[in-house]
């Protein structure tokens, strides 16, 4: 079984010069000391490959593994189009599958109050720190398979491979798998419900949060007969001192280990994250009677608004200055990480024949440096409420959501970095280069649980680059990799 390992014509689309520049503004950026190309990965292949396979157990780590990512992607709120939030029908749906897969690898289940899916095995050793591994189970709106997916079925697979050679039972702490209800935010406009609530940063408040339609948080739960109060979400926060670290594998999405040539990567570090809502309010009139020098326009607010946003992201040196809230050393990294997103625009009454009395739109903003990042968020704020009074609408921001930076731990990271060394080795029988070292531009549930314990992250090449898209793409073989790599780094538990 021949392991695709390079990017070609065949199997992965090729990376031009300009796009590979681009990595810089998505933060998938190699450590210096990885930066060297990892063209030497060989696939499968020579005499002893069958036997080399029948001790790899791909009918459970690949094929099986594979079977289920696509059987998951088949379970949809949405008609020709995968899109799962927060205890929505089809999210619903998908916890009651993956409980079920989590039985098969031999795991005690269970659902939480905030919708978390959890499997575990107890280890031999009743009073060690568990090991807690998992991703999300929810989508973004027009989603591909992996996203999320891919981080829980990998661990089921490896788990259940554990369980069908008699070693389950022999691990010598606990372990424990969680599918978290949400990550995207798609909903309620918050990231990070499961994780947070598990890590013990979720504020009793944010069971108030409403999405669109004014149902809460709470709301949602409560039709899938969940009750939570303040109580709950208290108990549901985990001991610190019961959890020895978290681990979660997840697509890379960037194109960074798809140009080395190189199907798995370690994360140094998550880039910080907030988001906002920003509200104009102006004079609602009819399209063909108010004269354009008596108008109070929302939209072209929001138009001239947007526009600030994009120059101020490319070119924050020309607006930000060395005082006190921006150092030299900040606006070096903003200048290769600050990305900034307006993902999503809404007027009212919007009528092509009305003058908007109201346009809300979002901002995501990202990156690796914080002092930044609040940098660029005060500068902006200021110069909306600027544009705001210039054309006589009103202005609110308001702060949906804010995460910091996280560095990931170096131990962990290291002890994980060999795991994927020695599953590679497994599969191929020799690597020649070492894992790469990436950063993550996007944000996951590790953000979360960094405030409950140390954390690390296995990031699995996708087709380039490709996420948040039904054309996201995992190869087999790659799907395979990550399960070899998580099943090794389990192994050492034992």
């Known amino acids: 079984m021949a392991v695709a390992t390079r990017v070609s014509q065949r199997t992965h689309s090729a990376i031009s010069p300009t796009s590979f520049l681009a990595l810089a503004c998505h933060f998938l950026l190699l450590v210096s000391s990885a930066i060297t190309p990892c063209f030497g990965f060989s696939g499968v292949g020579g005499e002893d490959e069958g036997n080399r396979e029948g001790d790899l157990y791909p009918e459970i780590l690949r094929d099986e593994a594979v079977s289920r990512l696509h059987q998951l992607g088949k379970v949809s709120d949405g008609d020709g189009y995968l899109e799962r939030i927060f205890m929505s029908p089809a999210a619903v749906r998908a916890g009651n599958l993956i409980r079920e897969w989590m039985e098969d690898a031999g795991l005690r289940t269970w659902v939480d109050c905030l919708g978390n899916v959890h499997g575990r095995v107890e280890g031999r050793n009743a009073t060690a720190q568990a090991l807690i ?52 935010g798609v909903r309620f406009q918050s990231t990070f419900i499961g994780s947070a609530a598990i890590a013990g940063i979720l504020p009793v408040s944010a069971l108030q949060i409403t ?36 681990v979660e594998i997840h697509i890379e999405q960037g194109p960074v280990l798809e140009w080395v040539g190189f199907p798995l990567g370690v994360v140094k570090g998550i880039a910080g994250q907030t988001r906002l809502k920003v509200t104009m309010r102006g004079s609602q009139g009819h399209a063909g009677t108010v004269p354009m020098s008596m108008r109070h326009d929302p939209m072209a607010a929001a138009a001239e608004a947007i526009v600030l946003l994009e120059s101020l992201c490319k070119h924050p040196q020309d607006f930000l200055s060395f005082d006190g809230q921006c150092k030299s050393y900040s606006l070096e990294s903003l200048s290769t990480s ?118 690390a992250m296995l990031f699995v090449r996708c087709r380039g680059g490709i996420s948040h898209s039904p054309e996201e793409h995992v190869l087999d073989d790659d799907v395979w990799a990550s399960g070899l790599a998580i099943l090794a780094f389990i192994e050492t538990q034992l």
């Open 211 to 246: 999405d669109k339609s004014g149902v809460t948080i709470q709301d949602a739960l409560k039709r899938n007969s969940i009750e939570v109060t303040e109580e709950h979400l208290q108990q549901l926060r985990y001991d610190p001192k019961s959890v020895w670290g978290y």
């Open 338 to 455: 600050l990305v900034c997103t307006v993902g999503e625009i809404s007027t009212w009454p919007s009528a092509s024949n009305v003058i908007p009395g109201q346009v809300t739109f979002t901002v995501d903003l990202r990156a690796i440096d914080d002092m930044g990042r609040e940098a660029v968020v005060y500068e902006l704020s200021s110069r909306l409420y600027q544009i705001c009074d210039r054309r006589s609408v009103s202005c609110t921001i308001d702060r949906k959501h804010d995460a910091n930076a996280v560095i990931c731990d170096s131990e962990l990271t290291s002890k994980l970095k060999s795991a994927a060394y020695l599953g590679l080795k497994r599969m191929t029988g020799s690597v020649q280069d070492e894992v790469s070292v990436l950063m993550s531009g996007a944000g996951h549930d590790a953000m979360a649980l960094s405030h409950l314990t140390k954390v």
């Open 133 to 184: 591994l998992g991703s999300h189970l929810d989508t973004v709106v027009d989603a591909g398979i992996f996203d999320g997916s891919l981080g829980i079925i990998s661990v089921v697979s490896a788990l259940k491979v554990l369980s069908i050679n008699g070693k389950l039972g022999e691990l010598k702490r606990h372990v424990e798998v969680i599918a978290f209800s949400d990550e995207e």
